[in-house]
């Protein structure tokens, strides 16, 4: 069975799937999948250069965070090929941040979100990424609400600086085992 994790940007998901490595789960990260193809795929490579008139890092989120248009079109590239990427991959697990606003959702059997207060995460996101606090309300609202993940998931592990990751993690391990 595939297994989907996501959460919203500052929740700790890949701090999630570290500790998942860390006993041996292999976890394909769709972030960092998408930028090595955005790095690697001349056709996608190509597309984007027309879509946006740059590759530049800065310019892509520029282009991105200017209208949720402007995000289709850079999805309508970017994600097919993360799909079939994920799928030739051979892995079971998969990190996803926009799980479900991408469709690669369809892909996995289950999923298992990662939570955290909104204020955990802006604080984290601003920390991680040396940004405003605005600029990170603004990422957090391309995304779905953490509410509408937790409604569809499966599966919910608690990141908020206190709970137990491993009790919850090894907890989850055994029920989806048995």
Not at 23 to 46: L, M, P
Not at 100 to 125: C, F, H, K
Not at 131 to 145: F, G, N, S, V
């Amino acid at each position: 069975m595939k297994t989907g994790i996501t959460g919203g940007i500052g929740s700790g998901k890949s701090y999630v799937c570290q500790l998942l490595r860390q006993r041996g789960i292999e976890v394909y990260d769709c972030d960092q999948a998408a930028k090595r193809i955005i790095r690697t795929s001349a056709d996608v490579r190509q597309r984007l250069q027309q879509l946006i008139g740059s590759l530049e890092k800065a310019d892509i989120a520029r282009f991105l965070l200017v209208s949720q248009d402007n995000a289709h079109q850079i999805d309508a590239i970017v994600h097919p090929a993360v799909f079939r990427d994920f799928q030739q991959s051979g892995l079971l697990w998969m990190e996803s941040a926009i799980l479900y606003e991408s469709g690669i959702s369809s892909l996995v059997d289950r999923v298992i979100v990662v939570t955290a207060p909104e204020e955990v995460r802006i604080q984290r996101v601003m920390q991680r990424d040396g940004i405003t606090r605005e600029k990170a309300l603004q990422w957090m609202q391309r995304q779905w609400p953490q509410e509408e993940l937790l409604r569809r998931a499966d599966f919910e592990i608690v990141n908020d600086g206190h709970a137990d990751l491993n009790a919850q993690i090894e907890t989850l391990l055994k029920s989806i085992t048995i």
